[in-house]
């Protein structure tokens, strides 16, 4: 449907470049208007960027989906599969839900981090820039990873770990696994949003 049929749709962000990507059932093309509660996937080889201006934007691997929605008053991006990658300005726009964990920047400055929801179900989060809070769901508790780190936690991990003071890279915390990014891995995040 046109946008001018659609009762007063709310636009979240701009697809700003995609390939192999579809919305809903219609195949993207390189450019498109993202809608509230829109699903976003992407095939084999596929990747899409999407533009939130002002708040920031993300970028979605291959076979990766993704729904994008507002809820109570913040940008979520609801991931069922796949990687995403998000780069937020001075806002904590878009949080990242993934099913047992919410992930959004620590502060609000400039924060570059990745999500991934494994086909085992485990969940990897990766601070590039700036710190991370992944809260549980459930729980309400956070984790504070801290920028240069990234968490490994698998579908089995029971509970949130306290955030270590000072930080412990590479320590084992919980049946989570916290340890350092390496340099390629941390441009690999920054290309990915290129």
Same mark, same amino acid.
């Given at each position: 449907?046109?946008?001018?049929?659609?009762p007063?749709?709310?636009i979240?962000? $701009?697809?700003?470049? +995609?390939?192999g990507?579809?919305?809903?059932?219609?195949?993207?093309?390189?450019?498109?208007?993202l809608l509230?509660?829109?699903?976003?996937?992407?095939?084999?080889?596929?990747?899409?960027?999407v533009?939130?201006?002002?708040?920031?934007?993300?970028?979605?691997?291959?076979? $990766?989906?993704?729904?994008?929605?507002?809820?109570?008053?913040?940008l979520?991006?609801?991931? +069922?599969?796949?990687?995403?990658?998000?780069?937020?300005g001075?806002s904590?726009?878009?949080?990242?839900?993934?099913?047992?964990?919410k992930?959004?920047?620590?502060?609000?400055d400039k924060?570059?981090?990745?999500?991934?929801?494994?086909?085992?179900?485990?969940?990897?989060?990766?601070?590039?820039?700036g710190?991370?809070a992944?809260?549980?769901?459930? +729980?309400?508790?956070a984790?504070?990873?801290?920028?240069?780190?990234?968490a490994?936690?698998?579908?089995?991990? +029971?509970r949130?770990?306290?955030?270590?003071?000072?930080?412990?890279?590479?320590?084992?915390?919980?049946?989570?696994?916290?340890?350092?990014?390496?340099?390629?891995?941390?441009?690999?995040?920054t290309?990915?949003?290129?």
């Amino acid at each position: 449907l046109p946008l001018t049929a659609l009762p007063d749709p709310v636009i979240l962000g $701009t697809i700003v470049g +995609s390939e192999g990507a579809s919305l809903g059932d219609v195949a993207v093309p390189n450019t498109a208007t993202l809608l509230n509660n829109a699903l976003l996937t992407t095939g084999p080889q596929g990747k899409a960027l999407v533009d939130f201006s002002p708040a920031g934007r993300a970028t979605l691997m291959e076979n $990766t989906s993704v729904r994008f929605r507002r809820e109570a008053g913040r940008l979520v991006a609801e991931i +069922s599969s796949g990687e995403i990658v998000v780069e937020t300005g001075h806002s904590q726009d878009p949080a990242v839900l993934a099913p047992r964990y919410k992930i959004t920047p620590a502060k609000r400055d400039k924060t570059i981090y990745y999500v991934a929801l494994m086909p085992d179900r485990s969940t990897v989060v990766a601070a590039q820039h700036g710190g991370v809070a992944i809260t549980g769901t459930q +729980s309400g508790q956070a984790y504070i990873l801290p920028q240069g780190q990234y968490a490994s936690i698998p579908a089995s991990a +029971s509970r949130v770990p306290r955030s270590p003071l000072p930080p412990k890279p590479k320590a084992s915390t919980g049946t989570w696994h916290i340890g350092s990014l390496s340099h390629a891995a941390s441009i690999g995040l920054t290309g990915a949003l290129g």
